[in-house]
């Protein structure tokens, strides 16, 4: 994935704006009972623009959708990446269009209703997801999910509703010829960068450099 400070800057910078705008306001939350540090949120919108995904998917629980979407919307807005949030609940659909337009992003978002489990199949090498610990598939979508192996970032919610199972990052590293590292971010998040193996890796053609040197008498 390739790096683009500029992208990062201004996702970061746009998405601190927001926080100072509206974290006041009771409707930040978003459908969630607790925010999300605001912190996490520039964070994750820099880093999904700064890796230049190309492909971004969030999976919300029964809540809707929360800070996070706000914060890969403002990474989108910037990236013209295309943006899925999946949504469980079909109620949810006019809520968060209404929400997002609070945000002037509502075009930097594609809302989608069903199953997560289903809806996430008809997505490849995916860049950058989402997933809420809080959606009782979550196990499953771990195991499905089609990530970009060549470099993909995966952060994982709520991970205290976890109470059984392997993280996201245990359930990658058994896939043949892949290697992730997994970090805790905030309170109850977990961030899982993904990739191939250095001996899986294409490797580039090296070419001997000579150097001529003449003498004279």
């Known amino acids: 994935m390739k790096w683009s ?7 970061y910078l746009h998405t601190l704006q927001l926080c ?8 930040f939350t978003l459908g969630t009972r607790n925010i999300i540090q605001p912190q996490c949120m520039e ?3 820099a880093l999904a623009a700064g890796n ?12 809707g959708i929360n800070p996070l979407t706000i914060a890969l919307a403002v990474a989108a807005k910037y990236t013209k990446a295309r943006f899925v949030c999946i949504l469980h609940q079909l109620q ?17 978002v594609e809302l989608v209703h069903g199953n997560p489990c289903e809806v996430i199949m008809e997505f490849k090498n995916i860049d950058f997801a989402v997933i809420d610990c809080k959606f009782e598939g979550f196990l499953r979508l771990f195991e499905i999910i089609d990530v970009n192996l060549r470099g993909s970032i995966v952060v994982v919610s709520n991970i205290l509703e976890r109470r059984i199972g392997a ?14 590292v997994t970090r805790s971010i905030g309170e109850g998040m977990e961030l899982t960068r993904i990739g191939l193996m250095s001996c899986c890796q294409p490797q580039k053609k090296r070419f001997k450099r000579f150097h001529v040197i003449t003498f004279e008498d």
């Open 43 to 45: 964070f994750i919108s």
């Open 92 to 108: 949810d659909l006019e809520n968060s269009r209404a929400q997002l337009s609070c945000y002037d992003l509502e075009d930097a």
């Open 5 to 11: 400070p500029e992208d990062a800057m201004q996702a």
């Open 52 to 63: 230049q995904a190309k492909l971004m998917v969030q999976v919300t629980s029964n809540q």
């Open 20 to 27: 100072k705008t509206h974290l006041n306001n009771e409707d």
């Open 167 to 180: 993280g996201f990052g245990e359930v990658i590293k058994g896939r043949t010829g892949v290697e992730c």
